[in-house]
C-alpha cells in the first residue's frame, strides 16, 4: 500500500515537474537510429576506395588491350613501317599538325554559339580541346564527358549548368554530323566510296537532322511537362534557327581545314595523294571512328585507312604507314591545343587536369 501511494506520488511529481529531462535512445528501428551509424565515415571511405580500384583497373584494362593492339599491329605490318613513319617530310608535317590545331579553336567557337551563355571563350576553347584529345586516346567517346567536367570548373561563376552545356553539346554535335556528310557528300559522285560508306552518309545526315527537328519540337511541346533538368536539357540542345546556321558552318569550315589537314599528312608519309583521295580518306576513317572500341580506335582505324588507300590505288609500306602515323600527328596536335588551353589558367592547372580524369 505504501509502496503504491509512494509510487503514485512520485508519478505525480514527475508529471507535475516543469524541468525539461533527457530522452532515453532506443535502439530501434521506429526512431531511424541504427548502432552502425557511428561508421558512416568508414563506409564513405570504403566507397572511395572501391571506386578508385575500379578505376584503376578500368586504367590497367585499357593500357593491357592497347598494348595488345599495338603488338599486333607491329607484328602483322612489320618494323619497316615504323620506321617510314618516324622518318617524315617535315614542311608537311608542320604544315598537317598546324592545321589539325587550328580546327581546335573553331570546333569550341562552333560549341560556344550553341551554348547561348556568356560562359567565355577561354573556358569553352579549354574544355573542348581537353575533351577532344581524350577522344583520341580513350575509348567509346569518353573525352565528351570530360568536356562538361571542365567546362564546370573553368567556367567558375559563369557555368552555365549541366544541362545547358550538356544539350549545348549535343546540338554542336549533330551539327557537325550534318557538316561531314555535306562535305563528304561531294567524294560519292567523283571517288570509289564504298557501298558502306555511301549508305552511312545517306542515313546519317535525315538521322542527324531529324535529331535537331526532334530536340526542337521536344522542347517547344512537351518540355514544360517534363522534370526541370530534363526541360532544360532539351532548352540548350534546341538552339534557334540562326545560332544552328552559324554553327553549322563553322564546322563545315572545320571539316574542310580537316581535309587539308589529311592531305598534307599524307604527303609527309611519301603518300602523294590528290585533294579528291584525301577527301576519300578523310570520308573513310571518319566514319570508322564514329565510336571507337579501344583507345585510339587502334586496329580499327588502320584498317579504314588502308582500305581507302587501296580504293586510292595505294598500297604498300607507305599506306601502311600513312595508316599508323596520320592518327598519331592528330592526336599530337590535339594535344598541343589542350596543352595550350590548360596553359591559359596558369596555377589552375592541377584543377582543371583533375577534373578532365574524374568526369
Not at 509502496?3 to 535512445?25: I, N
Not at 570530360?146 to 546540338?171: E, I, N, Q, T
Request: aromatic content about 8%; overall charge positive.
Amino acid at each position: 500500500m505504501g509502496d503504491t501511494v509512494l509510487g503514485g506520488r512520485a508519478d505525480l511529481g514527475s508529471r507535475c515537474d516543469p524541468r525539461p529531462r533527457p530522452m532515453r535512445t532506443q535502439l530501434t528501428t521506429s526512431t531511424g537510429y541504427s548502432p552502425f551509424q557511428g561508421f558512416a565515415e568508414l563506409r564513405r571511405i570504403a566507397d572511395a576506395v572501391r571506386v578508385k580500384v575500379g578505376r584503376r583497373s578500368l586504367a590497367a584494362a585499357l593500357v593491357l588491350v592497347s598494348g595488345i593492339g599495338v603488338f599486333l599491329l607491329v607484328q602483322r605490318t612489320g618494323t619497316k613501317v615504323f620506321s617510314a613513319a618516324a622518318t617524315p617530310d617535315w614542311k608537311y608535317l608542320i604544315a598537317g599538325l598546324v592545321i589539325c590545331a587550328a580546327v581546335q579553336p573553331l570546333r569550341a567557337l562552333a560549341w560556344t554559339s550553341t551554348v547561348r551563355s556568356p560562359v567565355g571563350f577561354r573556358a569553352m576553347y579549354t574544355a573542348s580541346s581537353v575533351g577532344s584529345f581524350l577522344d583520341t586516346v580513350l575509348p567509346g567517346r569518353l573525352g565528351e564527358a570530360s568536356k562538361v567536367a571542365v567546362l564546370k570548373v573553368a567556367a567558375g561563376p559563369r557555368w552555365p549548368g549541366f544541362s545547358r552545356a550538356g544539350g549545348s553539346l549535343l546540338c554542336a554535335h549533330l551539327l557537325e554530323m550534318v557538316a561531314f556528310v555535306l562535305v563528304g557528300a561531294a567524294s560519292v559522285f567523283f571517288l570509289p566510296v564504298p557501298a558502306w560508306a555511301k549508305l552511312t552518309m545517306v542515313v546519317g545526315l535525315p538521322l542527324a537532322a531529324g535529331g535537331l527537328v526532334l530536340l526542337s519540337v521536344l522542347h517547344h511541346k512537351v518540355s514544360h511537362r517534363l522534370p526541370q533538368g530534363f526541360g532544360d536539357f532539351l532548352a540548350g540542345a534546341a538552339a534557334p534557327k540562326r545560332i544552328m546556321l552559324r554553327a553549322g558552318v563553322i564546322l563545315v569550315v572545320t571539316w574542310v581545314a580537316r581535309w587539308f589537314g589529311v592531305l598534307f599528312l599524307l604527303h609527309a608519309v611519301g603518300v602523294h595523294v590528290g585533294i579528291g583521295s584525301a577527301l576519300l580518306y578523310m570520308v573513310v576513317t571518319g566514319l570508322a571512328n564514329t565510336m571507337p572500341f579501344l583507345p585510339g580506335n587502334v586496329g580499327l582505324y588502320q584498317g579504314a585507312a588502308i582500305g581507302a588507300l587501296a580504293m586510292a590505288g595505294h598500297d604498300g609500306t607507305t599506306a601502311v604507314a600513312a595508316s599508323v602515323f596520320t592518327p598519331a600527328a592528330g592526336s599530337l596536335a590535339t594535344a598541343v591545343a589542350a596543352m595550350v588551353g590548360l596553359a591559359l589558367y596558369g596555377r589552375r592547372f592541377g584543377e582543371l587536369r583533375r577534373a578532365a580524369v574524374r568526369f
